[in-house]
């Protein structure tokens, strides 16, 4: 079964702090995602990369930077956290074959005070 | 753009019984996908099901099944004989069929219906 971990389930930061999240999956896919939910909003997107170091801005990238040094290592960054980015952040990952679906993380719920 | 729109929040059943949630989305596209993914309570997002846009008929896993209207852009979920573990919020999503690298498989998702079964 495909796994993917991500570092913390609950973080609570400062404002202004810088704030890394991580996941990490071991199957081995090309395809990582990073989505922010929020109530009443759904998932909105906020970096996807399809590859080591390439990136792609989704929906929402404003304030958020990603990392992909390791193919199965994906970074997301709040340079410098705002309470406006209290929210649950999800990592999600998916391979290139023909089995399309994206396997999801089981979240990490980050305060800003 | 895609939008995908869910427009019931919240809906509840009694146990044993038939829940359909509602779906409808709105593209350009011709190939694509579209899905059910769950998320109970606390817990981990799941996929439910998939639908292949290119697929006549429609998709079905043990309790679960869709009606796909592709000239009507509707996605809707069908749960029978509900269980108390299929309370949880319910994302419909829409993905572009892959084309190019760089385009990879971004989920276009709906806001969510909280479904809560009653025992």
């Known amino acids: 079964d495909v796994k993917v971990t991500q570092s913390s389930r609950y973080l609570v930061k400062r404002t202004g702090e810088k704030v890394f999240l991580e996941c990490v999956q071991d199957?081995?896919?090309?395809?990582m995602f990073w989505y922010r939910q929020d109530p009443g909003l759904g998932l909105r997107l906020i970096y996807f990369?399809?590859?080591?170091?390439?990136?792609e801005k989704g929906d929402i990238p404003e304030g958020y930077s990603v990392s992909r040094e390791k193919k199965e290592r994906f970074s997301l960054i709040l340079e410098s956290a705002s309470t406006n980015q209290t929210s649950m952040y999800l990592c999600?990952?998916?391979?290139?074959?023909?089995?399309?679906?994206?396997?999801f993380g089981p979240g990490t719920r980050l305060t800003v005070l | 753009a895609q939008t995908v729109t869910q427009s019931q929040p919240e809906m509840s059943v009694q146990e044993a019984e038939t829940v359909t949630l509602s779906c409808t989305y709105d593209?350009?596209?011709?190939?694509?996908?579209l899905f059910w993914y769950k998320q109970p309570p606390s817990r981990q997002m799941i996929l439910v099901i998939r639908?292949?846009?290119?697929?006549?008929q429609n998709a079905t896993e043990n309790r679960f099944s869709v009606n796909f209207q592709k000239a009507a852009k509707s996605f809707s979920l069908k749960i029978s004989d509900s269980q108390l573990g299929d309370t949880a919020m319910y994302f419909c999503?829409?993905?572009?069929?892959?084309?190019?690298?760089?385009?990879?498989?971004?989920?276009?998702f709906g806001k969510g219906t909280k479904l809560s079964v009653k025992p």
């Open positions: 990369s399809y590859d080591v170091k390439m990136k």
């Open positions: 999600a990952s998916m391979g290139s074959g023909i089995r399309v679906e994206q396997f």
């Open positions: 999503a829409f993905m572009k069929h892959k084309k190019v690298v760089g385009s990879q498989g971004n989920l276009i």
């Open positions: 639908q292949e846009a290119y697929k006549q």
């Open positions: 593209t350009s596209e011709n190939n694509y996908y």
């Open positions: 199957m081995d896919h090309e395809n």
